[in-house]
């Protein structure tokens, strides 16, 4: 189905779930319902949709003596499980603002999400390096989520001022959720998601992963990406059970599938690479893994895999700012990322012309994405009208990706415009990366570029000058960078340049860097 033809019916179906009950509605009918239903496994632990409910009604109570109310930002830097599930339902019934941050965050990168989002509080691990940074005062301790053996969580708070004209309540226009995305010449912004769109997101999950009655969901994906928070939700409309892990394990991955006994499996970055490079084992075909889902499998990638392995791949394409899901590929091999979802439509720009397919070849440019109903596309981004005035043009979300449709009217995606880097599953902006190795007494300039992979998508290459007679060498340069990001921010190459190409106007001239290859590599 081209872009545009969906059949009326088939968008007044989707129209009525995108546009249905609350979601911790949902949970509560869902609990009266069937309490018994294993909604998740938490680490092989069965969690059932009464004990879901029972917690979020708890941690409402909790939270609501704390203060968090309808007016609170409330960060949530949890690891994947049953805790964090419940902290969520319990935000979007207290209608507060989620704000979902990744753990591993200290620093400047963690101190802008504070300050852009005008956070009035955090929920973090007693351990977690976000608990121990100076930015944030530990305020006290929540045990009623908690068995035995698991942490602490701790409530804290940190310093914030007045929440500012810009960043005022009236423009959060609906949204729920505040999702950060990769910054490219600027930090990372703070995309506002709504409650229709998150619903749209769980939709499009759907219409990817096909899943059926009895299906184990495997989820390792960190719940701070959109890919992993839409995830949380599928056990609302159909009766599957969410298998949940701290983290991606490729050692015990295949002895996971079979103790869980998975169906589905998600993959993001390099998730799929990794898995081919395992030496090859029975248990790889012997399990019940149905379907592989997610973006970011080359044809290369996606031929290797259903020759390898035997569930089969269905690829899609989306984006925070646009509900997530908005084409979806079900196991087409030269399908690229396939056709948009009957709810939307889905253009390439090319010369100022929009078009839907080429039968005489494709128009490679810019993806852009509009809603066929009413609130898919978010309302922008927090404090940040410049940045939103980048990505609207009328009713059309611009990407800032790259593709083309193909004569059967199925998208291919061709590549990122921006200069952000994805490694390992994680969109990193270089500008913040940058930004951090800065401020380096030693450091002149410095710049961060994305190189080839052996393993996944990208790499980060950092360039560097010294300031006068200062110095600094690479490998330290980088061991440094350790006490300011976090592990994934380190880049793995790092080189000395005598002097930084610049352009006239005194920018960096990234094209004009040297190869990575001549680069210190941090393996």
């Known amino acids: 189905m081209n872009s545009g033809s969906a059949q ?34 938490d680490e092989g632990r069965p969690v059932t949709v009464g004990e879901i409910e029972e917690g979020v009604t708890s941690l409402v ?3 609501g003596r704390l203060g968090i109310s309808g007016d609170s930002r409330v960060g949530v830097a949890l690891p994947v499980g049953k805790d964090h599930v419940v902290t969520i339902f319990a935000l ?7 704000i979902p941050l990744n753990p591993q965050l200290i620093g400047e990168p963690l101190g802008h999400q504070l300050r852009d989002s005008d956070a009035t509080h955090v929920l973090c691990e007693s351990g977690s390096p976000l608990a121990q940074d100076s ?57 506002l998601v709504t409650e229709t769109m998150l619903r749209a997101a769980v939709l499009g999950a759907i219409e990817v992963s096909q899943p059926k009655p009895g299906d184990v969901f495997y989820v390792w994906e960190p719940l701070f990406h959109i890919g992993g928070a839409q995830v949380v939700f599928l056990p609302l409309f159909e009766e599957l059970t969410l298998a949940m892990v701290p983290r991606f394990s490729a050692s015990r991955f295949w002895d996971d599938m079979l103790a869980y006994d998975v169906t589905h499996i998600h993959y993001l970055g390099g998730i799929l690479q990794i898995l081919l490079q395992l030496p090859q084992r029975g248990t790889e075909r012997e399990n019940r ?20 392995f035997a569930f089969a791949l269905h690829e ?52 852009l994405v509009r809603g066929q109903i009413e609130g898919l596309i978010t309302p922008g981004y927090l404090g940040n009208p410049e940045a939103t005035a980048k990505i609207l043009d009328g009713e059309w979300f611009c990407t ?28 990193i902006s270089a500008w913040q990366i940058e930004s951090v190795f800065s401020l380096h007494p030693a450091v002149e300039r410095c710049a961060v570029v994305g190189v080839e992979a052996a393993i996944g998508e990208q790499e980060m290459a950092l360039f560097y000058t010294l300031d006068g007679a200062a110095n600094i060498e690479p490998e330290d340069l980088l061991e440094w960078g350790k006490n ?40």
């Open 8 to 41: 009326p019916d088939s968008i007044e179906r989707a129209s009525a779930f995108i546009h249905g009950s609350p979601l911790e509605e949902q949970l509560s009918a869902a609990a009266k319902r069937d309490p018994n239903r294993v909604y998740l496994l």
């Open 61 to 63: 109570r909790v939270l």
């Open 92 to 98: 979007l019934r207290l209608r507060a603002l989620w």
């Open 135 to 191: 930015q944030v005062q530990v305020f006290g301790e929540l045990r009623a989520l908690h068995g035995p053996g698991h942490n602490a969580t701790v409530f804290a708070t940190f310093p914030r001022t007045a929440i500012s004209a810009d960043n005022g309540s009236s423009e959060l226009q609906g949204a729920c959720l505040l999702m950060y995305t990769s910054g490219t010449t600027g930090p990372p912004k703070g995309a």
């Open 289 to 308: 893994v149905r379907i592989a889902w997610g973006a970011g499998a080359t044809p290369e990638v996606r031929a290797a895999c259903e020759d390898r």
């Open 316 to 367: 899609c394409y989306g984006m925070t700012e646009a509900s997530s899901i908005v084409t979806v590929n079900s196991a087409e091999r030269d399908g690229g990322v396939g056709r948009p979802l009957p709810w939307v439509d889905v253009s390439v720009r090319s010369d100022e012309r929009l078009t839907t397919s080429r039968a005489d070849g494709p128009r490679v440019g810019e993806i």
């Open 400 to 427: 800032g990706d790259n593709g083309y449709f193909d004569a059967a009217g199925r998208l291919h995606f061709t590549g990122r415009a921006s200069d952000s880097i994805r490694v390992r599953g994680e969109n």
């Open 484 to 523: 300011h990001l976090a592990r994934f921010q380190i880049p793995r190459y790092v080189r000395l340049l005598e002097e930084m190409p610049l352009t006239p106007s005194q920018r960096v001239a990234k094209h004009r860097l040297p190869k990575f290859t001549e680069c210190v590599s941090l393996a």
